[in-house]
């Protein structure tokens, strides 16, 4: 402790309670050794403590600073004295180095005693031997030894002791002036001593200790009103600021005072209040991107976070559900707005539909047979019975391009499925379908964002078996994945054949589709399972070229292509069949050629006959040849 270690009584090389005439003599004497030039010591320097370096401007210094009674009275705080009998022993055994007796000395004095006018002295010394300690409860102690001292009816003896008998001290000053010098060495906390300080001392410590983190946090406060007021564009950046900048600073403060405490419920809440503000007008300010939204809920929940008063995180809470309610916005006007199309078309089918069973029942003439339904014009009555150039207006003002990008930035999976059914469905029921097949196209056209790259797709036999027509029952898809955190996803997956064609079953296959699978990912994610396509009991992909087509909220990410064939052997078979039928096909036609000759005494019905049964071979043989290709290609 620099207190200690370069205190102006050790430079000199006296005690604390030292006479003026003593304090004379020994300037004299380092004035003599200065001018020859022969080293300074003292009994003093005591070797348990670091060594000490004396020249002319410390040694100045050192008789300067215990002039004036205030600087006596400070410095012999952080010093020895020698005022009895026990002092005198215990220095003998500290001018030795032996610094364990000199404590048992002075702590058979102080233990479980108050102070008193026999140990006030053992008080003050066996303190500063704690001030000394690497251990901080330790030093604790000691300032606490210290601080009894100057609170007890014996520190004026101590200060007589040390200074003028005139001098007279006001306690709590020299309680401030002795925790401002601890607090300079910087060698302890100030929360751990707070914990074990009382009285006054506790409170300007508190004080003390908080004037820092509460100018910090005034600071950074006021700051960010003023930049945010200036500059409105960049609110987001100042609040994030203010959050880092206040973070420690509170969290001194909480350890300093607790969360109870009424000055740091102040400035928490000041903190609160003006990201709560930041939140407000980032949102009130900005294009309401849904990155803007995000952002503005991520200020108001940090302002939650901070927050103490019970009203302020209840207005905090709202201002929550408010911007969360923002949230797919869009999205829910769209899906309301098709819902309403749904049920206004679905409510007119059924009084119609209604109106028609009761003409079945009720009209005579349908009744008796003489008229009947012209179920053709019921249902073109029915898809009439809505203004589809209204529900075009509608669908213009509410699914503009923006609006779309909103919605395809949506996460809310249930949501977005139930819109892209409703679209479809209005598009094949509609009369005036254009204006909805151009929203549905402009909305495949928007890249999704993604929390995550595909880094490649993984085409393979669900069997691991080669990709040999004899072989294959199902082929499945993985996609290899880099991942930037969580989302869920809906993924699609389009299997197309070498003609062009897409693979679909009409009882699982989603519209336009072979298949889809809701996934989540988490940041360790690296593969996606996409399961396969086929058939149990037979290969159902025909030879050629094919691919696979990925699809994230309809807008195509990915396409790996694959060859499907026969193995060698099995396709050379085939191949082989092919050529026999083909050079019997050959044989075939050349053998009718014969059969149409003119030959001698063979009757009409006879040749008749022959070209018959040729052509019934020939045709026989094309379709096994029409049927052999057929195979060699699996179709």
Request: aromatic share 10%; with cysteine.
């Amino acid at each position: 402790m620099k207190n200690i270690y370069q205190n102006p009584y050790r430079i000199i090389g006296i005690l604390s309670n030292a006479t003026a005439r003593e304090i004379q003599a020994r300037k004299t004497k380092i004035q003599a050794f200065t001018r020859v030039g022969k080293p300074i010591d003292s009994e003093y320097d005591f070797n348990f403590l670091e060594d000490i370096t004396r020249d002319e401007t410390s040694i100045t210094k050192a008789f300067s600073d215990i002039e004036q009674n205030i600087g006596k009275v400070i410095h012999s705080l952080f010093w020895f004295i020698n005022y009895s009998s026990f002092d005198q022993m215990a220095l003998e055994h500290l001018k030795n180095g032996d610094t364990s007796k000199a404590k048992e000395i002075w702590h058979k004095l102080t233990n479980g005693q108050e102070i008193n006018a026999k140990n006030f002295s053992a008080y003050s010394n066996i303190a500063t031997l704690w001030l000394l300690s690497e251990e901080e409860m330790s030093k604790v102690t000691g300032i606490q030894y210290k601080i009894k001292l100057i609170e007890s009816g014996y520190f004026t003896d101590f200060v007589h002791l040390v200074a003028d008998e005139t001098y007279n001290i006001d306690k709590n000053k020299q309680i401030e002036i002795f925790i401002d010098e601890v607090l300079k060495g910087k060698n302890i906390s100030s929360q751990s001593l707070i914990q074990q300080l009382s009285g006054y001392a506790k409170t300007y410590l508190t004080q003390k200790a908080t004037e820092e983190p509460v100018y910090s946090i005034e600071t950074a406060v006021e700051s960010c009103e003023e930049k945010r007021s200036k500059d409105k564009s960049n609110t987001y950046k100042y609040a994030k600021e203010l959050y880092t900048n206040t973070q420690k600073p509170l969290a001194e403060l909480k350890n300093i005072l607790g969360i109870q405490d009424l000055k740091y419920q102040t400035m928490a809440d000041s903190v609160a209040k003006e990201l709560k503000q930041c939140a407000i007008d980032n949102w009130n300010n900005s294009d309401e991107e849904e990155t803007d939204l995000k952002k503005s809920i991520e200020l108001a929940t940090l302002a939650n976070k901070i927050a103490t008063g019970k009203t302020l995180k209840e207005d905090i809470q709202k201002d929550i559900k408010t911007l969360e309610g923002m949230k797919d916005r869009e999205l829910k006007q769209a899906v309301e707005l098709l819902r309403s199309i749904k049920n206004a078309y679905e409510e007119n089918e059924k009084k119609i539909r209604k109106e028609v069973e009761e003409m079945q029942t009720t009209d005579i003439a349908i009744l008796s047979g003489w008229r009947t339904i012209n179920w053709t014009a019921v249902k073109k009555n029915i898809r009439s019975s809505i203004s589809w150039e209204g529900v075009n207006d509608l669908l213009k003002e509410i699914l503009i391009f923006s609006n779309l990008k909103k919605i395809k930035e949506s996460d809310k999976i249930d949501l977005k499925s139930e819109f892209w059914d409703l679209l479809n469905w209005i598009k094949d029921i509609s009369l005036e379908p254009c204006i909805v097949t151009n929203i549905i196209d402009s909305y495949k056209n928007i890249p999704p964002k993604l929390g995550f790259e595909i880094l490649s797709v993984e085409v393979f036999d669900t069997d691991n078996k080669p990709f040999y027509i004899e072989d294959i029952r199902y082929i499945g898809v993985k996609l290899n994945i880099k991942s930037f955190g969580t989302g869920k996803y809906t993924i699609y997956k389009k299997y197309i054949n070498p003609k062009g064609q897409y693979s679909h079953n009409s009882n699982i296959s989603p519209e336009g589709y072979t298949t889809s699978k809701d996934i989540e990912i988490t940041p360790t994610t690296t593969v996606i399972d996409l399961g396969g396509w086929g058939n149990k009991d037979k290969c159902t992909y025909v030879v050629g070229e094919h691919k696979v087509e990925i699809y994230i909220d309809h807008y195509k990410v990915y396409t790996q292509t694959f060859h499907i064939d026969w193995s060698p052997k099995k396709k050379k078979e085939l191949q082989d069949n092919i050529k026999l039928l083909k050079q019997k096909l050959v044989d075939l036609k050349n053998e009718l050629v014969e059969i149409e000759k003119f030959q001698w005494f063979r009757l009409p019905n006879v040749k008749e006959k022959q070209v018959k049964e040729a052509q019934d071979k020939i045709k026989e043989t094309v379709e096994q040849i029409k049927k052999a290709e057929n195979l060699l290609m699996n179709i």
